[in-house]
């Protein structure tokens, strides 16, 4: 569609974004006069206190020397050092101040005060001190070298008096300019408020445009909003057929599982976990999420699953099982995917497992609280040569191993207080002789929250007799 340009609308925004523009570097302008302005009066204000400073400091060097000179006790001598080792601090500090304000009339002034200092050590002060007897000229000389001295500090002290005047009155016209810059921004804003109602009228012949172009919109969201059904429809077919239901059967250990879908339509995740009779005695236990949501993800969550089984019955070892998986997933551009591989041995009560990005499993043994095992590694489909170590954990009778997918632990966003409140499911659902301990743990966490990402839970007990049980899905 053809859109006429309105030119009194464009000079409108032309003139509104000179406006802005003046503003803006008006604005600059004055905040940095005031900056600058109370900077220096903040250097002023600390050199001025410096110069105090010194003076008190030369003071307590002459009043040392002075009570010394009258009674002859060494005592009398410490604020002479304390001041004399003062005083070159406070030298230094004044000559950088002095040198930052760029007052170079004060800095010359301020040194020759430093040489008087010293020379009126050298010649009144060591002698008092070092003899006992003084000529009376030496105390004369001495108090012109002290009045030198003074003189010299009030007259810096007169300069950044003068400097400071100086920084009060550019900070009252900085103030003055805040005032007129804020007049200056209204005034403004009310001639383009004016110019803008002024264009308003030329603005209703495209009201029906407007209107027909939302009722376009309006129709393209019912036609997304049916895709969408319809992609959620087969996604959640894929899931329904991919979830495993039954359990194997197995003496001696018990198994137990439940899976909850989202609670958000658009949270369609890719949640899995399978149990598969190895032997007689032994299972390999796989868990795990895909990234992402919706039919990618459900695909993707087969074929990782089918691909870790194909693995295991290559090479039964976690750690071996991941590498593999991760390699081909990796080469297959597939969407990240975090896992737990294990291996169950009932005869032994021993857990192999390797973990690719994945929440740790929990173990709860006899007499115990529940802990949450070593986890580590990069999910799969990240980096082709990843390597995934394999961790062996040898339990008793009657312990439990929980394995799990995120969303038990990040329903609330706080993964400490998702993990606290996971383990305290689990040692409840210990506690009774239930056969289903997946689904007690899932009541106890979400029985009063809301499930905002898919929950796969899977539990494996050792039993503490031989006989046999059968595993099932809540």
Known sequence: MTRRIYIPLILTLVFLALVAIVLVLAGHQ??????????????????????ARTISLQLDEETGVRGYATVRQRILLQPYYSARAALPVSFARLRRVLTDLKMPGTRAVLEDAVRTNRRWVAVVAYPIITFRRVPARV??????????????????????????????????????????????????????????????????????????????????????????EAEKRIADTLQGAFTQNLLPRMARVLFSAT??????????????????????????????????????????????????????????????????????????ASPLITAVTGIVDARNCEFVYATAGHPPPVLLEPGCKPRMLDFGSLPLGVVGDAKYRSHRISSVPGAMLVL?????????????????????????????????????????????????????ILTIRFAEDAGSTVGRVA
Not at 33 to 48: K, L, W, Y
Not at 184 to 189: E, S, T
Not at 409 to 435: M, R, T
């Open 404 to 456: 799990y997918t995120d969303g038990v632990i990040e329903h609330s966003h706080n993964v400490v207080e998702g993990e606290a409140l996971l383990l305290q499911a689990v040692e409840a659902a210990a506690a009774w002789p239930a056969h289903n301990a997946a689904a007690m743990i899932s009541a106890s966490i979400f029985s009063n929250r809301r499930v905002v990402d898919d929950v796969a």
């Open 30 to 51: 004055v905040s940095k006069t005031i900056e600058e302005a109370f900077s220096g009066a903040s250097d002023v204000r600390t050199a001025r206190i410096m110069v």
């Open 259 to 332: 899976y909850l879908p989202a609670a958000e339509e658009a949270r369609i995740g890719g949640d899995w976990y399978d149990v598969l009779e190895l032997t007689e005695h032994r299972v390999l236990l796989t868990i795990g999420d895909v990234t992402g949501h919706g039919i990618d993800a459900a695909v993707a969550m087969n074929r990782a699953r089918h691909l870790l089984i194909s693995c295991a019955l290559v090479d039964p070892n976690p750690g071996a099982i991941l590498e593999r998986a991760n390699a081909d997933l990796f080469r297959k």
């Open 139 to 228: 105390q004369l000389r001495g108090k012109r070298l002290v009045d030198r001295f003074r003189t010299d500090l009030d007259f810096v002290e007169n300069s950044l008096a003068d400097r400071a005047n100086q920084a009060q009155r550019r900070a009252q016209q900085a103030i003055y300019g805040v005032t007129l810059f804020a007049i200056g921004a209204v005034a403004a804003v009310i001639v383009a408020a004016t110019l803008f109602t002024i264009q308003q009228y030329r603005l209703a012949a495209r009201l029906e445009r407007t209107r027909e172009r939302a009722e376009e919109e309006r129709r393209r969201a019912a036609e997304s909003r049916s895709a969408y």
